[in-house]
């Protein structure tokens, strides 16, 4: 069997596919058959060291995160799934591995993929669905009748966010590119903003939530839009929204949160 590995950090030259043998699952982790696989941000960021204070520097590395597929073999302590479960989630960070045909993961990792939702797109769900879940759930506490303003609405995160909001009965502005506004107005949202114009005076001060998944919205335009008491996350911290941080913010996990 082959996986796309590495053997030093660097770009995607240093990629390439090799021969592995897929060892023992220990007893709170599970073998998958691999249906489908998503590229993340977070692949290019590791494979290229960015992370390696986390990921530290043992190589060769195999490469990718999220993947959704059926289970092959399940350890000692793993009994809520079999072998033939159709299943989607993600690898350790430190592991990775998801480019390949087979992999091994945590039970935790790893939920049951639902019976309407294909191999293709439950592979695009764990990173993204994750990080806007818990952004808009547990970080921000989006409520019923709030105004959530997305900025990036159309990327993994944002398309994510938009209905995970929607769910929760939120109203949901997005800022997208202009390529992006007739793919953005097709996904339910009050208004579609185009980033290359202004933003509308009569927004200022209109949203409880605003949520920065692309990293382009400045500190001056956060601070217009979003309602005293409000929430700013920022998923995508830049050397401008850390210089220009200020008091009344907390940087958190590489979030910028008002507080209180």
Not at 4 to 14: C, F, N, Q, R, S
Not at 33 to 58: E, F, L
């Amino acid at each position: 069997m082959e996986r796309l590995e590495y053997d030093a950090y660097g770009g995607p030259e240093v990629v390439h596919l090799s021969a592995f043998a897929l060892r023992e699952p220990q007893a709170d982790e599970l073998v998958v058959r691999v249906a489908a696989a998503s590229i993340n941000p977070m692949d290019w960021k590791i494979r290229s060291g960015d992370m390696k204070m986390m990921t530290g520097s043992k190589f060769p590395r195999a490469t990718g995160q999220d993947f959704a597929g059926t289970v092959e073999a399940v350890g000692s302590k793993v009994s809520a799934l079999k072998p033939g479960d159709a299943v989607v989630g993600t690898v350790l960070m430190k592991g990775s591995g998801a480019f390949a045909p087979r992999l091994i993961t945590k039970r935790n990792l790893v939920v049951k993929k639902p019976e309407s939702v294909s191999f293709l797109a439950a592979a695009s769900l764990p990173i993204a669905g994750v990080t806007a879940w818990h952004v808009l759930v547990k970080s921000a506490h989006l409520q019923r009748a709030q105004k959530l303003f997305i900025n990036g609405a159309t990327g993994a995160v944002g398309q994510a966010a938009i209905e995970i909001a929607r769910a929760l009965g939120a109203d949901v502005v997005g800022r997208v590119g202009p390529q992006s506004v007739a793919r953005a107005q097709s996904l339910g949202l009050s208004l579609v903003l185009d980033y290359t114009r202004p933003l509308p005076p009569w927004l200022n001060g209109s949203f409880d939530v605003v949520f920065d998944a692309n990293g382009s919205l400045t500190v001056k335009e956060g601070d217009r839009l979003i309602k005293r008491g409000g929430v700013i996350i920022d998923i995508v911290p830049t050397h401008g929204n850390r210089l220009w941080d200020r008091p009344g913010y907390l940087l958190r996990n590489d979030r910028r949160i008002e507080a209180s």
